[in-house]
């Protein structure tokens, strides 16, 4: 079993920045793709950014250029640094780990607010 704990999101204006961070723990087996994902109210759950192991990287296009994702494999952590951050970001941000094993976990989520 593998708890993944978010953390940063926050109340921020249009333009602003927030950093979010996701540590794992628990896995006795290498997690394969971190990743971010969110969900804003009335909508389905959609990507934002996913790493692997070997850092290949993948974003959404409404957030490239904007935000950043990154990881350390030593510490099972990701953050994603989100800057000009707009209204329509506004939604809860989900940590997600994909094991090698193909087993999938998620976060419990972290709300993000940007203000107009």
């Known amino acids: 079993q593998v708890q993944l704990v978010e953390s940063g999101g926050d109340l921020v204006q249009a333009g602003g920045s927030l950093r979010l961070s996701c540590a794992a723990s628990?896995?006795?087996?290498?997690?394969?793709?971190m990743g971010w994902y969110r969900q804003a109210p009335g909508k389905q759950r959609e990507l934002v950014a996913t790493?692997?192991?070997?850092?290949?990287?993948n974003y959404a296009d409404s957030v490239k250029g904007r935000f950043t994702i990154s990881r350390d494999n030593a510490k099972n952590t990701v953050q994603l640094q989100m800057n000009s951050l707009a209204p329509e970001d506004t939604a809860v941000y989900y940590c997600?780990?994909?094991?090698?094993?193909?087993?999938?976990?998620w976060g419990k989520g972290t709300l993000v607010t940007v203000s107009a």
């Open positions: 997600n780990a994909l094991l090698y094993l193909g087993l999938n976990y």
């Open positions: 628990g896995s006795r087996h290498s997690i394969n793709v």
């Open positions: 790493i692997t192991r070997d850092g290949s990287i």
